[in-house]
T-cell receptor, first 111, second 116 residues
């Protein structure tokens, strides 16, 4: 069946460091791919999405490219801030519109 | 745009009791989803509605769970004879009618259930 695998956390970085959170997926057909973020005490928010191969989603300095050949959708940011500390979820939607999530990766950024 | 709202935000109940949660989607969103999230895990799909029709139910949704969306507006999720394993965050999301690509789902703050 369809699934999403994310790197385990926590990821601990200093402010202004480069961030990569790996995400790979298994799906039939051509899924849409998403990154959601959950800040402490808040609900899930869409961070970015990509709907077809080679699309790049971007928002708030974060980027992810839909790589069909490697079935990946890695999240990157060039310079993280303390305010980026949160849990990040990779997700896909395939034949139906339900979202299938990874287990989440906690990011902790220290000044 | 007031966002997706859920009520209550927290619920503590004793094993064997029934509980009901409410979700109010963003107005004009015709799709409404329920997910369950346990500690340290990503949300898991439970069920979804398009207008008032329940189109898909997960195998996670046992006979003790029932969801409704009368008139295609708000939705309720009821759990009968709660068990300790039902303790989780219950998330609701809504999305507008799909166009060419799958639309973004907007999530509410969730209802945290604790079954003692």
């Amino acid at each position: 069946g369809n699934s999403v695998t994310q790197m385990e956390g926590p990821v601990t970085l200093s402010e202004e460091a480069f961030l990569t959170i790996n995400c790979t997926y298994t799906a039939t057909g051509y899924p849409s791919l998403f990154w959601y973020v959950q800040y402490p005490g808040e609900g899930l928010q869409l961070l970015l999405k990509a709907t077809k191969a080679d699309d790049k989603g971007s928002n708030k300095g974060f980027e992810a490219t839909y790589r069909k050949e490697t079935t990946s959708f890695h999240l990157e940011k060039g310079s993280v801030q303390v305010s980026d500390s949160a849990v990040y979820f990779c997700a896909l939607s395939a034949h139906t519109d339900k979202l299938i999530f990874g287990t989440g990766t906690r990011l902790q950024v220290f000044p | 745009d007031t966002g997706v709202s859920q009520d209550p935000r927290h619920k503590i109940t004793k094993r064997g009791q029934n509980v009901t949660f409410r979700c109010d989607p963003i107005s004009e969103h015709n799709r409404l989803y329920w997910y369950r999230q346990t500690l340290g895990q990503g949300p898991e799909f439970l069920t979804y509605f398009q207008n008032e029709a329940q189109l898909e139910k997960s195998r996670l949704l046992s006979d003790r769970f029932s969801a409704e969306r009368p008139k295609g507006s708000f939705s309720t999720l009821e759990i009968q004879r709660t068990e300790q394993g039902d303790s989780a965050m219950y998330l609701c999301a809504s999305s507008p009618p799909p166009k060419l690509a799958r639309e973004t789902q907007y999530f509410g703050p969730g209802t945290r259930l604790l079954v003692l």
